[in-house]
């Protein structure tokens, strides 16, 4: 069975950070591509950083530089570093694994607020 957990969402104040985990559970983690999606109310679901199985990094042009996603192979998890939080950050945020674009799974989301 496949899981993805995610962890580590909240309410911060404008300026904070967070970091946000999402870990695995029934797949060969180290063969999938992991990303960070986000979806606010009444928008779509939009990537926010992906990394490879290799390592590559992506980011959307909205969090470069505030945002740092990571893997740890081991742990079978992936993380969303995220500083300097604006209230446009404000979404659900989803952790996807996808292998070559093949097989996808989601996580159930995690709600991240930033508002003073």
């Known amino acids: 069975q496949v899981q993805l957990v995610e962890s580590g969402g909240g309410l911060v104040q404008p300026g904070g950070s967070l970091r946000l985990s999402c870990a695995a559970s029934?797949?060969?983690?180290?063969?999938?591509?992991m990303g960070w999606y986000r979806q606010a109310p009444g928008k779509q679901r939009d990537l926010v950083a992906h990394?490879?199985?290799?390592?590559?990094?992506i980011y959307a042009d909205s969090v470069k530089g505030r945002f740092t996603i990571s893997r740890d192979n081991a742990k079978e998890t992936v993380y969303l570093g995220m500083n300097s939080l604006k209230p446009e950050d404000t979404a659900v945020y989803y952790c996807?694994?996808?292998?070559?674009?093949?097989?996808?799974?989601w996580g159930q989301g995690t709600q991240v607020t930033v508002s003073s």
């Open positions: 996807k694994a996808d292998y070559r674009g093949q097989i996808t799974w």
């Open positions: 029934g797949i060969t983690f180290s063969s999938y591509a």
């Open positions: 990394i490879s199985s290799g390592g590559n990094l």
